[in-house]
C-alpha cells in the first residue's frame, strides 16, 4: 500500500548485498542513457532511472551482459512513478536482455515499458539457464511472435512479481511464453492479451509455477488464459481465471501429455472450461471454486469487494516468503489466510478531508451540480487516485460523479455530482454525506461532511 513518499514500505521485494563501493547511477541526471549508465557499472550498482519517457536505440535492447546490478524507478512502490516512469521501444526492439548467468542479484524493478516487438519475448527475454528478478514492473502494448511481453527459454528461472502484464499480443503467449524453463509468476495481474493459442501464457517443455495472480479479460483461439503443450506442466496456486475467453478451452487448454496443477484457485467455468486432450493431466484440487470472484470493476479495477468468495479461501498451507506483499504493497496475508488472486483484501480505509458545497441543499431547488472538494493527509498525492472509483453516499445509497477535476498544485480533487441525483436520497434535517474511492494501488480513503437539507416542495419551509 503506498501510503508515504518516504515510506520504507518498499514492494521492492529483494534485499541485494552489494560490496561498500557500489554507487548510485543516474539516469539522465548523470548519464544520458540507460546504456551509457551501464558500461560504467560494477557489481552491485544501482542504476535508477528518473520519472521520464526514454527512447532512443541507447535505451532498449539492454543486455544485463552477467551483471549483478539494480535497475529501477526511484521509487517502485509508488504506482504513479511507475506508471511515469517508460522505457518506450518504439516498435524497434524489446527493451532487455537477460542471457549472461545472471541471477538473483541482477533486479528490474518499478519500470512501464511499452510498444517492444520481437521474435521472442517483446519486452524482455530470458535464455541460458538465467534467474533474474522482475518486480513491481507494468508492460503494455508489446508484441513479439512469442512472449508478448516475456519470453523464458534455454533453461531459465526468471521471477516475475507484483507485475502488471496488460494489452500485449503474440501468436503464442499472449502476455508470457516459455520453452524449456521454469519461471516463477506471483502477485501479478495478467489482463487483456491477445494470442492465437495462451492469450496470457504459451508453455512448453516447461515448469511453471503460478502463484497468487488474476487472469482476466486474456483472449485466444485454443487457451484463453494459459495453453500448455509438449509435455508442459504448470502450477497454478491461489490463482483467479476469469473471463478469459477461447474457442476451445477458454481458461485452460492442455495438449500433447501436458500437465496442470489447480490449488485453491477459483476458475471461471470450473474444469469445463479447460480442454485436457488424451495424454494430458489436469489435477483439481478440492479447495478450488468456480465461483464469481466479485471485482469491484470487472472491466478495469481488479481489487476484491467485501463479499468476494476468495477472501481467506486461498491455501491454508501458504507462508509468504519474507516481506512478500500483493500487488498493492499491502500483506500477503492480512486475516488468517490468504486470499485468492493477486489482490488481499483490505476493508481499512485511509481518512481523507471533504468540504461539501453548498452546505445547505433544498428539495425544491433547481440547482445543478452539487461540488465536493476531497483533499488528504501529507503523503498522499491526488495523482495517484482513480478517478474512476469515487462516489457519494448517503448511509448505504451511492451517487457517481458527473465530472472529476484532479488539482495537483493545490494537491485537491474537485468533484462535481448531480444535484438531482443527490436530491433523490436525502430528506429534511442534518445529513452526512461520505465520500469515498481508491487510490491506483487498492488503498481505500473515506471522507466525511454533514449537509443541512430543507424541503420547501410544499412551499412551507421545514424546520
Known amino acids: 500500500m503506498f501510503k508515504r513518499t518516504f515510506s520504507l514500505n518498499l514492494v521492492f521485494l529483494f534485499a541485494l548485498s552489494v560490496p561498500a563501493s ?70 524497434a526492439g524489446r527493451a532487455f536482455i537477460f542471457q549472461s548467468g545472471e541471477d538473483a542479484n541482477s533486479v528490474l524493478a518499478g519500470l512501464t515499458i511499452i510498444n517492444g516487438k520481437s521474435v521472442y519475448g517483446g519486452a524482455i527475454n530470458f535464455s541460458n539457464a538465467t534467474k533474474p528478478k522482475v518486480a513491481n514492473c507494468v508492460f503494455s502494448a508489446n508484441s513479439a511472435s512469442y512472449g508478448g511481453a516475456v519470453a523464458c527459454g534455454g533453461g531459465s528461472r526468471p521471477l516475475l512479481a507484483n507485475c502488471i502484464i496488460k494489452g500485449n499480443s503474440a501468436v503464442l503467449g499472449g502476455a508470457i511464453y516459455s520453452n524449456a524453463a521454469a519461471p516463477t509468476i506471483t502477485n501479478s495481474l495478467i489482463v487483456a492479451n491477445v494470442a492465437s493459442l495462451g492469450g496470457a501464457i504459451g508453455s512448453a517443455l516447461n515448469s511453471a509455477a503460478v502463484r497468487n495472480c488474476t487472469f482476466t479479460g486474456n483472449n485466444a483461439s485454443a487457451g484463453g488464459a494459459i495453453y ?103 500483506p500477503r496475508i492480512i486475516n488468517k489466510r490468504v486470499d485468492i488472486g493477486a489482490d488481499e483484501f483490505s476493508d481499512i480505509a485511509i481518512p481523507a478531508y471533504l468540504a461539501v458545497y453548498p452546505p445547505s441543499l433544498n428539495l425544491a431547488s433547481n440547482a445543478q451540480w452539487i461540488k465536493c472538494h476531497i483533499w488528504f493527509p501529507e503523503g498522499y498525492n491526488v495523482a495517484d487516485v482513480n478517478s474512476s472509483s469515487i462516489f457519494l453516499a448517503v448511509k448505504e445509497n451511492k451517487i457517481l460523479p458527473q465530472k472529476i477535476e484532479i488539482d495537483e498544485v493545490q494537491q485537491l480533487v474537485v468533484v462535481r455530482f448531480d444535484c438531482l441525483d443527490l436530491q433523490r436520497i436525502v430528506s429534511a434535517g442534518l445529513v452526512e454525506l461520505t465520500a469515498g474511492g481508491r487510490f491506483i494501488d487498492g488503498t481505500k480513503f473515506k471522507a466525511a461532511d454533514t449537509i443541512k437539507v430543507i424541503d420547501n416542495r410544499g412551499g412551507k419551509p421545514s424546520k
Open 22 to 91: 557500489a554507487q548510485n547511477r543516474f539516469v539522465p541526471l548523470e548519464y544520458q542513457t540507460i546504456r551509457e549508465a551501464i558500461a560504467k557499472c560494477n557489481h552491485g550498482d544501482v542504476v535508477i532511472l528518473e520519472p521520464a519517457v526514454y527512447t532512443g536505440p541507447d535505451n532498449r535492447n539492454i543486455d544485463f551482459m552477467g551483471l549483478a546490478i539494480t535497475i529501477k524507478s526511484t521509487n517502485p512502490s509508488n504506482p504513479h512513478i511507475v506508471n511515469t516512469t517508460v522505457i518506450d521501444c518504439e516498435n
Open 228 to 330: 500448455c503443450y509438449s509435455s508442459s506442466s504448470v502450477s497454478l496456486e491461489n490463482t483467479i481465471l476469469w473471463q478469459n475467453t477461447a474457442a476451445a478451452g477458454p481458461q485452460l487448454f492442455l495438449a500433447n501429455s501436458a500437465r496442470a496443477d489447480v490449488i485453491y484457485c477459483d476458475v471461471h467455468g470450473g474444469p469445463s472450461n479447460a480442454v485436457v486432450k488424451d495424454g494430458c493431466t489436469l489435477n483439481w484440487d478440492a479447495g478450488s471454486i468456480a465461483d464469481d470472484p466479485c471485482f469491484v470493476q470487472s472491466d478495469g479495477d481488479y481489487h476484491l469487494l467485501e463479499n468476494s468468495p476468495c477472501i481467506d479461501t486461498g491455501s491454508p498451507l501458504l507462508i509468504p516468503v519474507p516481506a512478500e506483499t500483493d500487488i498493492d504493497g499491502d
